[in-house]
């Protein structure tokens, strides 16, 4: 078994409650989370001013001594005849090799209106130095429209058909693990990491969730619980919680899934910083 430390983080292109953007302070709260694989999403490339025109993935991967892969989802062309085309997308950082990436544009739903940006999702194949490989698919879902966020997560399954061995999703999903939109991911051997922590649950949520009855987590009703404990970080099997918005988070919308032989060690929603969302990191336990 070997040891992976992955995180989520939807960093907003740096731009904190302040108004300013500020990519050293985005880079320290990446840097705290200790992870040594962290996907990334709403990150600028020359896509404008608001950023500066800056690289904000080789900015931030030369801020933190990481390897970067960068995937657009939002692909325009120049401002101004000679400049880079403007892109906006999903990142990858890591301190191990990436032997391999690809960005793949995610489907929308054909009986909808189309979505106000594509969405895409970022694969990678990556080695440390011991041989271990792990392979990660990093995403951000549609934020208006289930109908949208259900294609999408179609387009993600279709495309794990293809992966071999040990593989973690993770990202801004817009929706809650349990919403009807992602039920593909369970259905086809993904793993919500945060109910599947090897750590044993508090007495405290034993002896909540122990009171209540199975046929009325398959509620209506029992869906408004879970939601309930997700945010007060006491459902079991979870030591994290909400995500968002990252000042009172109500919705646990940022995630971590895992398939194959991964053990969940350790998973935590990391402190309020700069971002409208919290970050989500795990210790993850892979089988060679």
């Known amino acids: 078994m070997t040891s992976w430390r992955v995180a989520t983080c939807n960093i907003r292109h740096g731009l904190g409650p302040d108004g300013r953007v500020d990519l050293a302070r985005t880079a320290e709260e990446v840097r705290a989370l200790g992870a040594d694989v962290v996907g990334l999403q709403e990150v ?3 896509f404008g001013p608001r950023s500066d025109h800056g690289d904000q ?35 990858l950082l890591t301190r191990h090799e990436i032997l391999a990436q690809e960005m793949r544009l995610l489907p929308a739903h054909p009986g909808c209106a189309p979505p106000t940006e594509p ?15 792990l ?10 429209s289930r109908a949208h966020r259900t294609s999408q997560v179609q387009g993600i399954v279709r495309l794990a058909e293809d992966v071999v061995g040990p593989a973690v999703l993770m990202g801004d999903m817009n929706a809650e693990p349990f919403s009807r939109e992602l039920a593909a991911l369970p259905a086809t051997g993904w793993r ?14 034993g002896q909540l969730e122990g009171t209540l009855r199975a046929e009325l987590l398959r509620s209506a009703a029992g869906r408004a619980v879970r939601a309930l404990l997700d945010v007060t970080g006491l459902r079991r099997g979870s030591t994290g919680g909400a995500t968002h918005p990252a000042r009172f988070p109500l919705r646990r919308i940022d995630a971590l899934w895992v398939r194959g032989g991964i ?16 970050p989500v990191v795990a210790t993850l336990r892979v089988g060679r």
Do not use: K, W
């Open 135 to 144: 392979e990660v698919l990093v995403t951000h879902l549609d934020n208006a």
């Open 263 to 278: 053990a969940v060690s350790s998973l935590e929603v990391g402190p309020c910083g700069s971002s409208d969302h919290r």
């Open 44 to 46: 600028d490339v020359a």
């Open 192 to 205: 919500d990491a945060a109910q599947h922590v090897a750590a044993p649950p508090s007495r405290a949520a």
């Open 57 to 91: 993935a080789a900015e931030l991967g030369a801020l933190l001594g990481m390897r970067v892969g960068f995937g657009a989802a939002l692909d325009l062309p120049p401002a101004r005849e000679g400049d880079p085309r403007r892109r906006y997308g999903i990142a």
């Open 119 to 133: 969405r895409g999702v970022l694969h990678a194949r990556l080695r440390r130095r011991d041989g271990a490989q």
